[in-house]
């Protein structure tokens, strides 16, 4: 049995100990695939909540858009910033399941606002206890150089990752999920960052409208090649109010089924380098803003189950 490599075995091989995310959503971060900067409406796909359940929770909170220049990030934002760390230390702790923290800016796209922004809520979160690293979830037009120069010199001493959603090398699927950037943009962006020393994460989605195996399989062997260190790969579901269930609802679009989903995983795994540490096999949301596919609406435990039993019987430990 080949064992595939976690973010979990990855950390305590490093440090010895475990280390978990600490999802964060700083109020006033946005996307400029949203905000009309680059496209209106944003990915198909997206409602930004589903993805991560601190927006949810501070909906009340309304903070003036961080990506302008006129507005600089103010006090109640950095404070949020430090009680949403100080709360997910405390359910992790209860829980007993971490000694040290990256902080994981999660919601929207972590790099879209001025530099002095950036590396007020960057210099922040890394002056909490037991906070050792950062994971910054972006977009790959979205990265300035000051930015990455700023976070190379934080990894000499931190922990430092950047995330890309690359989901597709097709133009033309980037096109039909408004996705506001082509595969050639997400290629640049992964290599820049790997010359400048950073960890990069890539995310990857496998049932795209469009999309076969062998176009799934093309954008994960790409995005190996590319030099990515860490991989999340998801399947595409379906939330409500959102443009892409529209589509699905006037039937332009086909979620992908749990088997063929589970199949392209193992070859995307297989042809994987060792290496490379796997963050996440699934994703789903168990609630009712869930249109479909019903499986991304099964129970977390239910879902990793199933997929550990495939990969077992393909010869993988996960
Ligand atoms: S890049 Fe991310 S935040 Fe922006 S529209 Fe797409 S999924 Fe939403």
């Not at 091989?13 to 009309?36: H, M, Q, S, W």
Request: overall charge neutral; some cysteine.
């Amino acid at each position: 049995m080949q064992k595939i490599r976690t973010y979990g075995s990855y950390f305590r091989e490093k440090y010895g100990y475990r280390v978990e995310k600490i999802p964060l959503a700083i109020g006033g971060f946005t996307c400029p695939n949203i905000d009309g900067t680059v496209a209106k409406g944003g990915c198909t796909f997206c409602l930004n909540d589903s993805f991560s359940p601190n927006i949810a929770k501070n909906k009340d909170k309304i903070f003036l858009n961080l990506s302008s220049k006129e507005n600089p990030i103010i006090d109640s934002q950095i404070n949020q910033l430090i009680s949403q760390i100080n709360s997910n230390k405390i359910e992790f702790k209860k829980r007993g399941i971490a000694n040290k923290y990256l902080a994981y800016f999660q919601a929207f796209t972590n790099t879209y606002a001025p530099f002095d922004t950036l590396k007020k809520l960057y210099s922040t979160a890394l002056e909490q206890k037991d906070i050792i690293g950062l994971s910054i979830g972006t977009r790959s037009d979205s990265v300035e150089d000051d930015v990455l120069e700023y976070l190379s010199e934080l990894s000499k001493t931190k922990e430092v990752w950047i995330e890309y959603g690359i989901q597709s090398i097709y133009d033309e699927t980037l096109q039909r999920i408004n996705r506001g950037h082509d595969a050639k943009n997400i290629e640049i962006a992964i290599k820049k960052a790997k010359d400048y020393g950073l960890n990069v994460c890539g995310h990857l989605i496998f049932g795209l409208p469009g999309e076969n195996q062998e176009m799934m399989l093309n954008s994960a062997k790409a995005a190996f090649d590319w030099g990515i260190d860490s991989v999340k790969f998801h399947p595409l579901y379906v939330v409500k109010n959102t443009l892409l269930a529209n589509e699905y609802n006037r039937g332009e679009f086909t979620p992908i089924e749990l088997d063929l989903y589970i199949d392209t995983l193992i070859k995307a795994i297989e042809m994987m380098p060792k290496d490379i540490i796997v963050q996440r096999v699934t994703a789903g949301i168990e609630d009712e803003t869930l249109l479909a596919p019903s499986w991304c609406g099964k129970s977390k435990n239910f879902l990793m189950a199933k997929i550990k039993e495939e990969l077992a019987k393909a010869g993988y430990a996960y």
